[in-house]
């Protein structure tokens, strides 16, 4: 008997765990016992989907709050935004450990994954992309290793630690800039594939921007949401200036991306009623736009609905960015019209949720908001670092207006944008069109040569097959018997009892007596004594 | 690694082809692929067919690896399992093959294919038949081609003698030989009396290798990591020594910088003990 109090209690978000453990394991089922071909809607026309598209390019992305909040603390040494180290270290650690187990679905042969550390081809964007997220998540998790020793009291190994964490965060901070820019990269070989909107030879550099600017606003998210769940305060003068770096960084990549498209002479494409048009211009409002207006408000800054509600857009919207490079934007050339298949969805689902549920345990167990527990602190410690004190700072009515209406218009350039989408063009029907005039090309034709086959032990004598008495060198049809039974590539090599059999078989399709002289009757009308040597 | 003089070719002449699909079937036959169409002129290219001659409008157009000078598949491959051989064809070791299926998507002609409804999938092309080479044959396809609409060559008298023939009847031939510039070049070389629009052939591809758009960006991470380290450790000494030096000038700024910097200074202080 199991007694039910011993288990843990069944909150709403368990159970939505439950359900998209119980999905996305019968999906892992389905995909490993049949294949990718049932379980994904991929093709030969489109090879990545949403495992490559979200789970690798998003969740690498997602990641990068590790290293920018890392590089600041100990790279830059602004000690004050030490107590979101850990979670955003923690953050990245998780998420680099499910982008490599989504690899695993998405991988034809997952048991080799290793094979880039020991075959290389420095020539490949992945080949580097492998051994960097390798590298990086061993960084991370030394980086990591320090909440696991306290925890422990491991108190020899921390100092170790202590002692090495510079040089490995700058280590870290390389490795992020490497491979964060190179999931851009890896497009930049398919000129002829993407849509000119999203390629451009600045993918590295824009992926890398994106990055980073997602770096911050995942801190903020982040440090939201783990407030709520841990129900600590929120160390709102910190984030505030996180929102104030955001903003520079989206303004920073709104000029870029300008620039960029202007120059190569394709910023018209993005207001075209076109699916790839509509979409973009709901990327850079979602993502850009509407954030950066957001945050260039002090009120916003400083209240924390809008400082959430700006970094959940900017989450949202370079989440859009990577799906448009890698399936809005390929869609088009690829003459494939892609929607990831269920099983697709329920593994990226069951991977995010694990994402939380592993977060929510090492939070509870690990002492990752130690620093911030440490100290109790007064109530609501954030607005008394605030200058003006009082009431928390109101989002003006206006500009809350303007971002929602930014918004909506973003939902309805979605939505708009998803009807348009190309349609898959009909696969050409097998008609048997009249064969054309090709009187010209059959001016070329050289009857093939005849083929000599050898008497078998008890064969009259050999025999030479003539394509010229076969063929109608008007309209040569080679089809009709070397599609069934008569080598080309191998010919002329009855020697064998059985093998004269087989010959005897293959000639006797149409040697039957009816289209043609039988087998049985004529021996010496193909076996010829005056062709034995 | 290649080298020119040595690497063969194919020319495809489509004005030679009277689509009797003899080279996909010898290609079948050589690559012991199953049937897969009732009618040879309206199969696709698949992970069983790796040749196919297709009807457009009034010609007969073949479909297969071109085996570019410098493969995308090859450049984009993280574990090496494409190779281009020094005769020319673009071979593919599936004992290296992790899957991941960017050959697929680097590829400018789509060329290859996924074993999708396997287990362990692997990527299936045509090989230009180099064990063949290697014993000095032509390939299956163009061997078995009744009216030398695919000939079998070195590239370079290929595509002199594509030259040629365009010269020696310049109103037969559009004036274009698929494959002398398109990524590069490429070891199949394709002429027509149509443009290489009107046969199914893309002519919106760069002329340079796009190989090389991605290694003139990985060729520059040996510079970011040293600058990158340089400046990063920089930065990590200036701001240090800022600190150390701000600690020495006595805690009288302490009031100034208000309770957040406070905070952390006890903390450092608690990590040297």
Same mark, same amino acid.
């Given at each position: 008997m199991i007694r039910l109090s011993a288990l843990p209690r069944l909150t709403f978000w368990r159970i939505v765990l439950l359900f998209l453990l119980a999905a996305g394991l019968y999906s892992t089922f389905v995909r490993f016992y049949h294949g990718l071909g049932a379980a994904t809607n991929l093709s030969d026309q489109f090879p990545w989907g949403l495992w490559v598209g979200f789970d690798i390019l998003c969740g690498v992305a997602l990641a990068a709050g590790g290293f920018t909040v890392s590089s600041i603390v100990y790279i830059f040494h602004l000690e004050r935004f030490r107590p979101i180290v850990r979670p955003a270290i923690l953050t990245a650690f998780l998420g680099y450990m499910l982008v490599i187990g989504a690899l695993m679905f998405d991988l034809g042969r997952p048991y080799r994954v290793w094979h880039p550390l020991v075959m290389w081809n420095p020539h490949s964007v992945m080949f580097e992309v492998g051994w960097c997220v390798t590298l990086y998540t061993t960084v991370l998790a030394l980086e990591f290793s320090p909440i696991v020793f306290e925890r422990f009291r491991m108190k020899r190994v921390l100092k170790v630690l202590h002692f090495v964490m510079p040089p490995l965060v700058l280590l870290g901070v390389l490795l992020s800039t490497l491979h964060q820019s190179s999931l851009g990269s890896?497009?930049?070989?398919v000129p002829s594939k993407l849509y000119p909107l999203w390629y451009t030879p600045f993918l590295p550099v824009f992926f890398f921007l994106t990055a980073l600017t997602l770096g911050c606003a995942m801190t903020i998210v982040e440090s939201f949401l783990s407030s709520r769940a841990f129900k600590k305060e929120i160390e709102m003068s910190l984030l505030t200036d996180i929102g104030k770096v955001t903003l520079v960084l989206l303004g920073v990549n709104l000029v870029a991306r300008y620039q960029d498209l202007s120059s190569r002479g394709v910023l018209h494409l993005a207001f075209e009623r076109t699916y790839e048009g509509r979409l973009f211009l709901a990327e850079m409002l979602v993502g850009l736009v509407v954030p950066a207006v957001l945050l260039a408000f002090p009120a916003v800054r400083k209240s924390q609905k809008g400082l959430f509600s700006a970094a959940i857009l900017v989450v949202m919207g370079i989440l859009m960015n990577r799906l448009n490079v890698s399936i809005t934007g390929m869609e088009r050339s690829s003459g494939a019209s892609y929607l990831p298949s269920l099983t697709e969805v329920s593994v990226t689902l069951m991977i995010v949720g694990v994402g939380f549920a592993l977060f929510t345990l090492a939070a509870r167990y690990l002492p990752v908001f130690q620093h911030a527990t440490e100290d109790p602190g007064p109530e609501a410690a954030w607005e008394d670092a605030e200058p003006a004190r009082g009431t928390p700072p109101r989002v003006p009515a206006a500009v809350a207006g303007a971002a929602a209406f930014l918004l909506v218009s973003a939902i309805g350039l979605t939505y708009d944008g998803v009807m348009r989408r190309p349609a898959a063009p009909a696969r050409p029907v097998a008609t048997k069109a009249p064969a054309p005039p090709n009187s010209v090309a059959l001016s070329t034709f050289r009857m093939p040569p005849d083929v000599p086959f050898r008497e078998s032990p008890d064969s009259p004598a050999p025999v030479m097959f003539r394509h010229g008495v076969h063929v109608d060198s008007w309209s040569p049809d080679c089809v009709s018997c070397h599609r069934d039974g008569f080598s080309m590539v191998r010919t002329g090599s009855a020697r064998t009892a059985a093998a004269a059999g087989a010959m005897h078989k293959k000639c006797g399709q149409c040697h039957d007596g009816t289209s043609a002289f039988s087998i049985e009757s004529d021996c010496e009308k193909c076996h010829a004594p005056s062709l034995a040597k | 690694m290649i080298t020119t003089r040595e690497k063969k070719g194919i020319l495809l002449d489509t004005t030679r082809c009277i689509g009797c699909g003899a080279c996909s079937l010898a290609c079948k036959e050589r690559n012991r692929l199953p049937r897969t169409s009732d009618d040879v002129l309206s199969d696709t290219l698949s992970e069983k067919t790796f040749s196919v001659v297709n009807r457009q409008g009034p010609r007969f157009a073949r479909k297969m690896c071109m085996h570019c000078n410098v493969p995308s598949c090859v450049s984009a491959c993280p574990v090496g399992a494409f190779q281009k051989t020094a005769t020319g064809p673009v071979v593919y070791d599936e004992t290296k093959c992790i899957g991941c299926r960017y050959c697929m998507l680097a590829c400018p002609f789509n060329i290859p294919k996924y074993e999708w409804s396997k287990t362990l999938p692997r990527v299936r092309k045509c090989d230009m038949c180099a064990d063949r080479l290697a014993q000095g044959l032509a390939t299956a396809c163009a061997a078995a081609c009744p009216t030398g609409a695919t000939k079998f060559g070195t590239r370079a008298e290929l595509l002199a003698e594509a030259k040629a023939r365009i010269a020696a009847e310049p109103k037969r031939y559009f004036p274009h030989i698929y =494959? +002398?510039? +398109?990524? =590069? =070049?490429?070891?199949v070389l394709v002429i027509s009396d149509a443009s290489p629009e009107e046969i199914g052939f893309r002519t919106d591809l760069v002329s340079e290798p796009p190989a090389m758009l991605t290694w003139r960006v990985l060729n520059k991470i040996p510079n970011v990591v040293t600058i990158g380290g340089l400046v990063l450790g920089g930065i990590y000494w200036v701001t240090k020594r800022r600190e150390e030096v701000a600690r020495a000038e006595g805690r009288e700024h302490d009031g100034e910088s208000g309770p957040h910097d406070a905070e952390p200074r006890s903390r450092e202080e608690e990590h040297e003990k």
């Open positions: 890896f497009y930049l070989i | =494959g +002398e510039q +398109e990524v =590069g =070049g490429t070891s």
